[in-house]
């Protein structure tokens, strides 16, 4: 397949474990994105310091959500997997767009807001920008899409923003990046206990990683919340038992999800049933992508290669667009 000649960015924080709502949500779609698209997935590592400024085991995270990312279906030849670290155009970029950034935008921003509240003890200037980092994270390769859920819009408009008034301003370099999911918002997988989605560092009882083994896959989803069951035929669910339904769609057989919607709705589901094939179904689904990513993370030398190559490929990019900045700019001297 011949690819277009878009370009697709796109990164992920390794602040944590990556769980079925990343795969669900972003992966299996990236896996797709490689095959008709030029894109570039990179580990934000520079991201995570804005609230995780302890360094000593970001090697080991960067290494691990690499590993899911090729166990998954990521392939370094068709794709650029990088480390956003080992891109300097990238910081030299958010330097001049954070003089293009105002403080009142930045103060306003959800994010800032939602991470200030959580983190009051470390408002550090790194997290006022994290906005102005991100658009340079996507307008260094002058991307065209950006996968991005409902959280990130507001960043993704900002990036729209800063990329325009360096148009403006220098004169035109970037084009104007667009939210992409191939005509669908992001997937939500929501948490085993109903509570919002499943999250890498939050509620980590309700959440299903890719790192899980069998056995605790199995005992997070029975402890899944369910009730007494229906009294009455054909009762709307309540929203806990929809996300079980919700999450039998991701990995179960159809006719097994039409059974229980069928015992559901006769008031006859018994829901120790219902979450055994759920669990078992999750621990066929997750097994493989975890032991084929157990044999990657062991291969450490192919892995420092292919972030090497994957940083030298992006760089050569990155580079291509510093040059037209700093000559739109007027920075090139001599």
């Known amino acids: 397949m011949s690819k277009k000649g878009e370009i697709v960015l796109s990164g992920v924080r390794p602040t944590g474990q990556l769980h079925l709502g990343n795969y669900f949500g972003a992966l299996r779609n990236y896996v797709k994105m490689q095959e008709e698209y030029n894109c570039y997935f990179f580990i934000a590592d520079l991201h995570s ?14 290494l691990s959500v690499t590993s899911y990312y090729l166990a998954s279906g990521l392939d370094p030849d068709k794709c650029v997997l990088y480390c956003q670290s080992d891109l300097p155009q990238t910081t030299e970029l958010y330097l001049y767009l954070n003089m293009l950034a105002y403080k009142g935008e930045l103060e306003k921003t959800t994010t800032f807001k939602d991470k200030i509240k959580q983190h009051p003890e470390n408002v550090n200037a790194g997290l006022l920008t994290y906005p102005v980092l991100m658009a340079s994270d996507i307008l260094i390769h002058r991307a065209h899409y950006v996968p991005v859920g409902k959280d990130q819009e507001q960043h993704l408009e900002m990036t729209r923003t800063f990329g325009n008034r360096f148009n403006h301003r220098y004169g035109e370099v970037f084009p104007e990046p667009k939210a992409f999911n191939y005509g669908a918002q992001l997937l939500k997988v929501p948490s085993l206990d109903g509570a919002g989605k499943m999250s890498k560092s939050e509620n980590q009882y ?63 589901i018994r829901y120790g049933d219902l979450k055994k094939q759920l669990a078992e179904d999750m621990v066929r689904f997750i097994s493989p992508i975890r032991e084929k990513a157990k044999a990657i993370r062991e291969d450490e030398r192919a892995l420092s290669i292919i972030l090497k190559v994957g940083a030298q490929k992006a760089a050569e990019n990155a580079e291509k667009t510093m040059q037209m900045v700093r000559q739109a700019m007027g920075l090139k001297y001599f």
């Open 206 to 268: 309700a959440t299903i990683y890719l790192s899980d083994d069998d056995d605790l896959i199995r005992k997070k989803v029975m402890k899944a919340k369910t009730d007494s069951g229906p009294t009455e035929p054909n009762s709307e669910k309540p929203d806990y038992i929809v996300n079980i339904f919700d999450m039998m769609k991701l990995v179960s057989d159809p006719s097994a999800i039409e059974k229980y919607e069928a015992d559901f709705n006769a008031c006859t």
């Open 49 to 62: 310091l804005t609230t995780h400024p302890d360094t000593r085991e970001l090697r080991e995270h960067i």
